[in-house]
T-cell receptor, first 113, second 114 residues
Framework: GNSVTQMEGPVTLSEEAFLTINCTYT??????LFWYVQYPGEGLQLLLK?????DKGSNKGFEATYRKETTSFHLEKGSVQVSDSAVYFC????????????FGRGTSLIVHP | NAGVTQTPKFQVLKTGQSMTLQCAQD?????MSWYRQDPGMGLRLIHY???????DQGEVPNGYNVSRSTTEDFPLRLLSAAPSQTSVYFC?????????????FGPGTRLLVL
């Protein structure tokens, strides 16, 4: 079956630090990969996505590259801000299956001034 | 567009009570789904629907019922609430097309079962 594994949090950083949140996946088909972000008290919203190998998704300074050979989709940002404090979810959608995404457990990011 | 709306925002129930969590979307999406979010567990799929009149079970369906009589609405029913159902519930919708699987989430319903 499909599964997504994320690094456990919380990840605590100072403002302007470099961020990496690791994500690896297992899929029976050729999935699309996503990062969603959840700000306190809100629902999830799409941050970025990639639909094929070597694609790079990017948004709001965040980037992630679809690495088929290592089955990974790590999230990076060069300089985090306090406003980036949130929970980040890696997810995959199996286009050969039901399209319903499988989510990782989420990684909490706390950025201090 | 209002996107995905959920009501109520917060609810307290006693064990054994029943209730319906409402979810509606105005984007004409085929797919709708219900998740629960618990600390350390991420999002777990309860039920989903690929179109009006079609529903299927997710990872944790026990104790919940759904129906999809219209494209817009996808209510979640708790038949006899239990403390283990204390959680935050999210409804989501999406298109059923390749490269269009982005999920749009509602703001959530916080449920406390005493």
């Amino acid at each position: 079956g499909n599964s997504v594994t994320q690094m456990e949090g919380p990840v605590t950083l100072s403002e302007e630090a470099f961020l990496t949140i690791n994500c690896t996946y297992t899929a029976t088909g050729y999935p699309s990969l996503f990062w969603y972000v959840q700000y306190p008290g809100e629902g999830l919203q799409l941050l970025l996505k990639a639909t094929k190998a070597d694609d790079k998704g990017s948004n709001k300074g965040f980037e992630a590259t679809y690495r088929k050979e290592t089955t990974s989709f790590h999230l990076e940002k060069g300089s985090v801000q306090v406003s980036d404090s949130a929970v980040y979810f890696c997810a995959l959608s199996d286009r050969g299956g039901s399209y319903i995404p499988t989510f990782g457990r989420g990684t909490s990011l706390i950025v201090h001034p | 567009n209002a996107g995905v709306t959920q009501t109520p925002k917060f609810q307290v129930l006693k064990t054994g009570q029943s209730m319906t969590l409402q979810c509606a979307q105005d984007m004409n999406h085929e797919y709708m789904s219900w998740y629960r979010q618990d600390p350390g567990m991420g999002l777990r799929l309860i039920h989903y629907s690929v179109g009006a009149g079609i529903t299927d079970q997710g990872e944790v369906p026990n104790g919940y019922n759904v129906s999809r009589s219209t494209t817009e609405d996808f209510p979640l029913r708790l038949l006899s609430a239990a403390p283990s159902q204390t959680s935050v519930y999210f409804c989501a919708s999406s298109y059923l097309h390749r490269d269009q699987e982005t999920q749009y989430f509602g703001p959530g319903t916080r449920l406390l079962v005493l």
